[in-house]
């Protein structure tokens, strides 16, 4: 599984286990995500801002990023066989 985030510093903490002093109380809160790097279940990387899909449900995001990630979630996407995407 892919884990993407558009936040540059989690993703660099996810991926860079040495914890300082100033996030020392993540490192409970990522044993889950180490268990899972450490097994290659989870790999995590930096997206835009502009490619997270999730952003149409956390911000107010212009009607060009709301229009292109809309489709994922109404079944109107690449994994709808046979589907007219336009529908």
């Excluded at 993540?26 to 790097?37: D, G, N, Q």
């Excluded at 709301?66 to 489709?71: E, G, N």
């Amino acid at each position: 599984m892919v884990l993407g985030i558009d936040n540059k510093g989690a993703v660099d903490m996810a991926n860079n286990w040495s914890v300082g002093g100033r996030t020392r109380h993540m490192e409970v809160r990522m044993h889950f995500l180490r268990e899972l790097k450490d097994q290659g279940l989870l790999i995590v990387k930096h997206i835009s801002g502009v490619d997270n899909e999730t952003d149409i449900f956390t911000k107010n995001t212009p009607s060009s990023v709301f229009l292109k990630h809309i489709p994922k979630f109404v079944g109107c996407d690449e994994y709808m066989e046979g589907k007219d995407k336009t529908a």
